[in-house]
């Protein structure tokens, strides 16, 4: 079992940034691929970036490329999304993934809570 809790979300400007962090339990955090997800209200949830389990390889959504970086540091167990120039669009509830297959996916079996971004105009 990876119990995975997010931090960091909040109220923002447009323009403005945030940093979300995923912390992670249980079994070996650097086994496991890791991500972000975000669902906005009447949406389904949908992918948004993530990160191998090195480190190495990191992948994004086409609407959040040049403006959010993915990260890790597998000795405190955390992971984390910066992300700048924040859009209204960019509003909903941000959800950290892990998967001990190569890449997260919706299906992958471990999922935090969520944290509450909200973007005002």
């Known amino acids: 079992q990876v119990q995975l809790v997010e931090s960091g979300g909040g109220l923002v400007q447009a323009g403005g940034s945030l940093r979300l962090s995923c912390a992670a339990s249980?079994?070996?955090?650097?086994?496991?691929?890791m991500g972000w997800f975000r669902q906005a209200p009447g949406k389904e949830r949908e992918f948004v970036a993530a990160?191998?389990?090195?480190?190495?390889?990191?992948y994004f959504a086409d609407s959040v490329k040049g403006r959010f970086t993915i990260s890790r540091d597998n000795a405190k167990n955390t992971m984390y999304l910066q992300m700048n120039s924040l859009k209204p669009e960019d509003t909903a509830v941000y959800y950290c993934?892990?998967?001990?297959?190569?890449?997260?996916?919706?299906?992958?079996?471990?999922w935090g809570q969520g944290t509450q971004v909200t973007v005002s105009s």
């Open positions: 993934a892990a998967d001990p297959g190569v890449v997260v996916t919706t299906k992958s079996p471990y």
């Open positions: 249980g079994r070996t955090f650097r086994n496991y691929a």
């Open positions: 990160i191998s389990w090195s480190g190495i390889s990191t």
